[in-house]
């Protein structure tokens, strides 16, 4: 792996708490910016973009399903998926056998949206973490697994999309 981090302005190496806080820093910021630059090439913020990619590539889909390829509540796929219908990005449909469930499908509108955005659409953290090797993924699991139970946080922000924070 490439070292990401380079030599700071003095020239000295900084203790391994400040190095490793200054790479979360550039962690956080690489998801900040490019949600920012997302926002403003669409419109339209981070989750919505992700959720709108998925109905592209997934016609028919519905919100339960939507909620589980995003990895968020289904309240908070609930509100996205409103969004996009009022912004007329989305339709919903209820043809199915299950006149109850709702499929989802892409509109024009939707598609020439995609076409303005910056991937990847999940966002560069998630893209990323996809391409690390199973074994990086596991050690980096385990190490922030470790930070996590020192941290103590509430659970329930895990399911809270980065972009939304």
Same mark, same amino acid.
């Given at each position: 792996?490439?070292?990401? &981090?380079?030599? /700071?302005?003095?020239?000295? =190496?900084? !203790?391994?708490?400040? +190095? ?11 998801? $900040?910016?490019?949600?920012? %630059?997302?926002?403003? $090439? ?10 709108? =990619?998925?109905?592209?590539?997934? @016609? ?17 796929? =609930?509100?996205?998926? $409103?969004? &996009? /219908?009022?912004?007329? &990005? ?6 199915? !056998? ?8 892409? *509109? ?6 995609? $076409?303005?955005?910056?991937? @990847? ?9 996809? +391409? ?8 980096? %699991?385990?190490?922030?697994? *470790?930070?996590?139970? &020192?941290?103590?946080?509430?659970? =329930? ?9």
């Amino acid at each position: 792996m490439p070292e990401v &981090l380079h030599a /700071l302005p003095d020239d000295r =190496s900084p !203790p391994s708490t400040v +190095r490793v806080l200054r790479r979360f820093r550039l962690v956080f910021n690489a998801v $900040k910016t490019h949600f920012r %630059d997302v926002e403003r $090439k669409a419109g339209l913020g981070g989750a919505q973009i992700w959720a709108l =990619s998925i109905v592209a590539g997934r @016609p028919g889909i519905g919100v339960g399903a939507l909620a589980r390829d995003m990895d968020i509540h289904q309240t908070t796929t =609930s509100n996205v998926v $409103k969004a &996009l /219908l009022q912004q007329g &990005l989305v339709q919903a449909n209820r043809d199915g !056998p299950d006149r109850r469930a709702v499929q989802l499908c892409v *509109t024009s509108a939707g598609r020439e949206v995609l $076409k303005r955005v910056p991937g @990847p659409f999940a966002g560069v953290l998630p893209d990323a973490l996809a +391409r690390l090797d199973p074994q990086t993924l596991e050690r980096l %699991d385990r190490d922030l697994g *470790t930070l996590i139970a &020192l941290l103590d946080p509430d659970e =329930s922000g895990a399911g809270i999309p980065l972009a939304q924070m």
